[in-house]
């Protein structure tokens, strides 16, 4: 068996086989964590995802991606309005909850903007969004959104690398 150094990268092209590599690699890009929130026909639904990204200041312009297979996709390709909240690092209970369940704000402290959208409180930044775009991206849609208010506080920012939570300070 041969032994790879540590120091030595892995080289392999993107394919059915090697979806769990090419998913280890995006993991060695270190992001934050947003949960998205929308309403729906269900009540308040909500979504983890960390692929959010501004896009324009004027106008305001921010983007994220969501997976067509995910249960949760159909709730937020109907959505008009939603909102994306930048999660604290002492929200990470918060973001395990809403992971797991779709419906977790039933269970949890929010309140609805004027449009219905459902928003958590305590989260470093927090952008409401109309719906302006949806780009067919592979698996996925590419959501972009101008933001119609947003609010923000200082903290430490709740961070997602290698399939692990952490926290950077400032």
């Not at 305590?122 to 996925?140: I, K, S, T, Y």
Request: aromatic share 8%.
């Amino acid at each position: 068996m041969t032994m790879q150094s540590p120091n030595q990268p892995t080289v392999f092209s993107p394919d059915a086989n090697s979806s769990r590599q090419l998913r280890d690699a995006f993991g060695k890009f270190a992001t934050g964590i947003t949960v998205i929130t929308a309403p729906s026909v269900d009540g308040p639904i909500g979504i983890v995802a960390n692929s959010f990204s501004s896009v324009s200041l004027d106008p305001a312009l921010v983007l994220w991606s969501v997976d067509r297979t995910a249960r949760r996709f159909p709730y937020f390709d109907a959505a008009d309005h939603y909102a994306i909240h930048v999660l604290a690092a002492e929200q990470q209970d918060l973001c395990t909850q809403v992971a797991r369940n779709a419906h977790a704000l039933n269970d949890l402290p929010h309140t609805l903007n004027a449009d219905g959208v459902p928003l958590i409180d305590h989260c470093l930044a927090r952008f409401e969004c109309r719906r302006v775009a949806a780009h067919d991206a592979g698996d996925h849609v590419i959501v972009v959104g101008q933001v119609q208010r947003t609010e923000m506080r200082d903290g430490q920012p709740l961070t997602f690398y290698g399939g692990n939570f952490g926290s950077i300070s400032s």
